[in-house]
């Protein structure tokens, strides 16, 4: 996994991510710099991906298993209720890499599910691509999900996965 820098303060406010400014609210800690930036990571010259959009807060404990999964949601974006829905079943870590080609539409929906919805996604994180994203870059999406996993068991699923109750255990 990767090495996930956050700001540890409990309190809502200001902080630092891997050089960024991030801003807690609730259970989240998101990354307040613009998506178009320099820091941003390079997978391919047409790709950039801004790890930790909006991070988990709360620290997972040891032998505890995260569900990575990719979606886009510049083309899907009813799948951002499937994504809550396994969440809330799982109620455990999820990682999400999301695809999008730099879409306000997309990445205000997926702002708002966060903070809308805080209780049923307390222990997800998520990671952007953005750029053009045609071909789907599914290989990517799917290690930048694992890769920034925040436990060290990790199973890779689809988003349309409905986890059994009990699943986790």
């Not at 960024?20 to 998101?30: D, Q, S």
């Not at 053009?132 to 870059?137: N, R, T």
Request: glycine share 8%; charged share 20%.
């Amino acid at each position: 996994n990767t090495d996930n820098n956050t700001n540890n303060n409990a309190n809502s406010g200001s902080g630092s991510t891997g050089g960024l400014a991030t801003y807690r609210c609730g259970a989240h800690e998101f990354a307040t710099a613009g998506l178009v930036q320099a820091g941003a990571l390079a997978l391919e010259p047409h790709l950039q991906v801004f790890p930790n959009f909006a991070r988990a807060v709360a620290e997972p404990e040891r032998g505890e298993v995260t569900l990575a999964v990719q979606i886009d949601l510049d083309h899907r974006l009813e799948k951002m209720g499937r994504l809550v829905e396994l969440a809330e079943r799982w109620n455990g870590w999820v990682s999400v890499a999301v695809a999008m080609e730099q879409s306000a539409k997309a990445l205000g929906v997926l702002g708002e599910s966060i903070l809308a919805q805080p209780a049923r996604l307390h222990r997800t994180s998520f990671h952007i691509v953005y750029g053009d994203i045609s071909p789907h870059p599914i290989n990517h999406l799917r290690n930048l999900a694992v890769d920034a996993a925040q436990t060290d068991l990790v199973l890779l699923v689809d988003v349309d996965l409905v986890p059994s109750p009990g699943m986790r255990s």
